[in-house]
């Protein structure tokens, strides 16, 4: 167990984000796991180069902060442009990379919805960063979650991002998400992946993540584009379930470590199945009851992987 928790997860934030983004998600995944959650954009702001910026730019500057904290190895979390990096690392590295998680993910910056999103997101950035900022609450938040703030709320919210905000750079990374093409390199991945959706994204809508990387498993959250904000719990549970299941994925090869990662499987799925009960008894009349079905499902999906590696062992 020590090993596992000395194996990092690696957090890597989308187009607008920042490290703390994930702070959240980080208190529910520290109590197990290390986390490293670079931020590549302060990194990018700091250089002085008027090159454009690349995916591969952006992906040296997450693999750069993981070496510096003396890691060779880890479980990679990438959330919307984040995805697009992670999979670039997780090609580019596989000797690095264990297992994938992609949240809220896109392939290409050159379809035409997106490429229409991100245009009117320069445009409105240097314009007008209220109607950018309100564009972003809109589309990044599902509607239940946005409701339950009131102007006064909301207008603070505005305030306090448009302040805080380190605008310069943004620009530099938007125009990578209308670049970006991670296409080629998501063909080649191996690591085991999950995709995270979420039900109400209207930035990077479920069905531009549901096939980023061939066999893949998948699961949707309750939520708008920012997960993070809406559902870390979820999120946190998702992401270390996926990654326990990966800890004996180097021995399935004999049946002995078939059997042995089948009762993990077995294992979890009990856990998932009573997670899952707990959540809907305790908040069944709340959105938590998705929370519960979400358990259930990953429980009967881990019980069919256990039962389909002993068929395939011995068949």
């Given at each position: ?304 992987q256990s039962n389909n590696l002993l068929v395939q062992k011995?068949?």
């Amino acid at each position: 167990m020590s090993g596992e928790k000395d194996l990092p997860i690696v957090l890597v934030h989308g187009t607008m984000g920042k490290s703390e983004d994930w702070s959240r998600v980080v208190e529910e995944l520290s109590s197990s796991r290390s986390v490293i959650r670079p931020n590549y954009i302060d990194r990018v702001a700091g250089t002085n180069s008027t090159n454009e910026l690349a995916i591969k730019d952006l992906a040296d500057e997450v693999i750069a902060a993981v070496t510096a904290e003396g890691k060779q190895r880890f479980d990679l979390v990438g959330g919307s442009l984040g995805a697009a990096i992670a999979i670039y690392i997780a090609a580019e590295y596989p000797e690095m990379v264990r297992s994938l998680v992609l949240v809220s993910g896109f392939s290409h910056g050159s379809d035409p919805r997106m490429n229409l999103q991100f245009k009117l997101w320069l445009r409105l950035l240097s314009t007008d960063k209220v109607a950018f900022t309100k564009l972003l609450l809109v589309s990044g938040l599902s509607p239940g979650f946005l409701s339950a703030f009131d102007e006064r709320t909301i207008n603070g919210i505005i305030e306090s991002f448009i302040a805080s905000t380190n605008w310069r750079p943004i620009d530099q990374v938007i125009r990578v998400d209308l670049s970006v093409d991670v296409r080629e390199y998501a063909a080649r991945i191996k690591a085991p992946t999950l995709l995270i959706t979420a039900k109400h994204d209207q930035i990077v809508p479920p069905a531009y993540s549901e096939n980023l990387v061939p066999d893949s498993k998948n699961i949707e959250l309750n939520s708008g584009h920012l997960i993070f904000l809406e559902k870390p719990v979820e999120l946190a549970s998702a992401i270390l379930s996926f990654c326990l299941l990966q800890q004996d994925y180097p021995i399935v090869n004999e049946l002995a470590s078939c059997q042995v990662l089948g009762r993990a499987f077995r294992r979890h799925a009990q856990d998932a199945s009573a997670f899952g009960h707990i959540a809907s008894a305790r908040h069944g009349d709340g959105n938590l009851t998705y929370t519960g079905r979400e358990h259930r499902s990953f429980g009967t999906w881990c019980r069919r992987q256990s039962n389909n590696l002993l068929v395939q062992k011995l068949s």
